[in-house]
């Protein structure tokens, strides 16, 4: 028991427990030594990586003392920094590739967008070297006035096609320089006295053709006698006498066709413009029921205004004068005289326009149509309307600016 550090005495249960707890001081001794080792490793390693950390921030950020500080105070924190900093500089460099495939897309389409718009400036050029414009500028006016001249050069087409005929192998020049040095101011007792000398040449010719037919009636009845022959020659002396009336018969047509022509060119410059008028004033006072108006002519040549009027298809049909309404034969007239108003006030001083109760058989949209008419043609001159219903007055009230309307009641 001694080398135990025991009394001689002791008991065996002593002895074992001190050799047990000698064991135990061995073990922990041993675990000791093993945790100073792995402290000693752990240290090592901290060591290492402090060191491996500040080569990389001395190498990445050579430039950043608080990291270069941080390094070599906590050099955890300063390798989390510099995981923060490669992870933004890789999404950097994530856009940095977008951009550049961005960029590269916009370089090809600007290249492509270049080589199209050169195409498109050789095109230009070739248009301007057609048009014998100088720049493209002048490319809108220039394919306006091929427009124009194609329509020119059909209508030219179509009314030389139609000269034709009426010329009778006459020159078109010569021809037209004999109808233009008429005198318009005759054409109306020229076209008279025509009618009349083909009124008799056709007369003159059916007496001819009637005795001709009775001539060889007579004739077919006659054997080889003399008095047959007689006939015969009385027969062609009958035609031989009818040629200069029949020269004559070609000339008055040829000079009526002439005349219609003038005739359909003047009334065309003069009533034209007033004729398009009525058309667009007589569509808004209709509220658009009726498309406008078309210029016609019956068999005595005499000019009839037709109301056109859309059908099922759509296109524009003509309505006899007979089949309108009294509201509509109103609104026609008025739309008639507005428009005679507007052409005389095109060429005169304004005068004052009088009317008196011209809206009785409109109702409530028509008169307002027709008080926004009577207010355009109050831009040009004084209207003034009289009426014994107060409701157009209130209608003009509610339709019309209050400078461009006065109401006196009496």
């Known amino acids: 028991m001694a080398p135990l ?10 002895a074992a427990a001190l050799l047990s707890g000698l064991a ?16 000693a490793g752990i240290d090592r390693d901290a060591g290492q990586f402090a060191d491996k950390v500040r080569r990389l921030v001395e190498e990445l950020a050579p430039n950043l003392a608080d990291l270069a500080d941080m390094a070599r105070t906590a050099p955890a924190e300063a390798a989390a920094a510099l995981a923060d900093r490669l992870d933004a500089a890789k999404e950097r460099s994530l856009k940095r590739q977008a951009l550049q495939t961005r960029l590269d897309e916009a370089r090809e389409e600007l290249e492509a967008a270049q080589a199209e718009a050169r195409g498109h400036q050789e095109v230009l050029g070739l248009l301007c070297a057609d048009a014998r414009c100088p720049d493209p500028a002048g490319l809108d006016a220039a394919e306006r006035a091929s427009d124009a001249r194609a329509r020119l050069e059909s209508d030219l087409a179509l009314l030389t096609e139609q000269l034709l005929p009426l010329a009778a192998g006459q020159p078109l020049d010569a021809f037209a320089a004999a109808a233009l040095a008429r005198d318009r101011a005759t054409l109306g007792s020229d076209i008279l006295a025509l009618e009349t000398g083909l009124a008799d ?10 005795q001709v037919g009775a001539l060889g009636e007579q004739l077919s009845r006659m054997d080889g006698s003399a008095k047959a022959a007689d006939l ?11 040629a200069p009336d029949v020269e004559r018969y070609a000339a008055l047509r040829l000079a009526r066709a002439i005349l219609a022509t003038q005739i359909e060119r003047f009334r065309q410059e003069r ?3 007033v004729l398009a008028e009525a058309s667009r004033a007589f569509a808004s006072l209709t509220l658009g029921r009726y498309a406008g108006l078309d210029l016609d002519y019956d068999d005595r040549d005499q000019p009839l205004i037709l109301p056109m009027r859309p059908d099922a298809e759509g296109k524009a049909a003509a309505v006899p004068l007979a089949a309108l309404s009294d509201g509509t034969a109103d ?5 008639l005289r507005l428009a005679y108003l507007h052409h005389y006030l095109g060429a005169n001083p304004p005068q004052p326009v009088i009317l008196d109760d011209i809206l009785v058989n409109f109702d409530n949209e028509r008169a307002k149509a027709a008080l926004a008419e009577l207010a355009r043609l109050a831009g040009r001159t004084q209207v003034i309307l009289f009426t014994h219903h107060r409701h157009l007055a209130d209608l003009a009230r509610a339709t019309l600016p209050a400078d461009a309307l006065y109401i006196q009641e009496l």
């Open 331 to 335: 609104q026609l007239y008025l739309a």
């Open 201 to 210: 040449l056709a007369a003159r010719r059916d007496a001819a053709n009637q």
């Open 24 to 39: 135990g001081l061995a073990r922990t001794l041993h675990d000791m030594q093993e945790i100073e080792r792995r402290i």
């Open 232 to 242: 015969a020659q009385e027969a062609r002396a009958c035609l031989d006498g009818l």
């Open 271 to 273: 009533q034209g413009p």
């Open 5 to 14: 550090g025991l009394p001689a005495d002791a008991a065996p249960d002593a």
